[in-house]
């Protein structure tokens, strides 16, 4: 099972789920799954997450087994 500390660093940077939907480019509906670990990012979600928050993918998103 994918993991991620999504909702973490949003908040961290201050912004709404509708924000940084926004600012990705995907619905709200998007990060709210993701944050609940009910949806898997495709690759270059995630690593425009990763570009925006300015980490690696794997700060964000972890394979759990």
């Keep these: 099972m ?6 973490l ?13 926004t600012i990705l480019g995907v619905r709200r509906e998007t990060i709210h799954f993701l944050e609940k670990n009910k949806h898997v990012p495709s690759l270059v979600l995630a690593m425009k997450i990763s570009r925006l928050f300015k980490v690696r993918v794997e700060e964000i998103f972890s394979l759990e087994e």
């Design 2 to 7: 994918l993991k991620n500390h999504l909702k």
């Design 9 to 21: 660093y949003r908040v961290q940077a201050d912004l709404s789920q509708e924000q940084l939907a």
